[in-house]
């Protein structure tokens, strides 16, 4: 349940990433309810980057998740779109997979 509120928060906030940071946690849970606490979040996130829902890397350099699930399913939404560049640091998909995607330097 965590897992998808991010990725739904992902989507309609930035499309293929999320900024993340601890203080973020508290609200999530407050979000999801169901009796879940920020400890709990926080360790469902680390689960996610132990099997690669999230990418690690790119949460440890820029505070973000995202990941190669995430951004294959924002690439078809990107063929709508006038502006198909993303942000190339946090960017993890191959060229080939991208389809279309532009990647842009990070400003």
């Given at each position: 349940?965590?897992?998808?509120?991010?990725?739904?928060?992902?989507?309609?906030?930035?499309?293929?990433?999320?900024?993340?940071?601890?203080?973020?946690?508290?609200?999530?849970?407050?979000?999801?309810?169901?009796?879940?606490?920020?400890?709990t979040?926080?360790?469902?996130?680390?689960?996610?980057?132990?099997?690669?829902?999230?990418?690690?890397?790119?949460?440890?350099?820029?505070?973000?998740?995202?990941?190669?699930?995430?951004?294959?399913?924002?690439v078809?939404?990107?063929?709508?779109?006038?502006?198909?560049?993303?942000?190339?640091?946090?960017?993890?998909?191959?060229?080939?997979?991208?389809?279309?995607?532009?990647?842009?330097?990070?400003?």
């Amino acid at each position: 349940m965590v897992y998808f509120y991010l990725c739904q928060k992902a989507f309609a906030l930035h499309g293929y990433y999320l900024p993340w940071d601890e203080s973020d946690a508290p609200i999530v849970a407050r979000r999801i309810g169901s009796g879940l606490d920020a400890k709990t979040v926080t360790k469902i996130i680390n689960l996610c980057f132990e099997i690669d829902l999230f990418n690690r890397d790119v949460f440890e350099k820029y505070g973000v998740l995202t990941s190669r699930g995430i951004q294959r399913s924002f690439v078809p939404a990107m063929a709508k779109r006038r502006n198909k560049s993303v942000i190339a640091d946090y960017w993890v998909l191959s060229e080939a997979d991208s389809s279309g995607a532009q990647p842009a330097p990070r400003k």
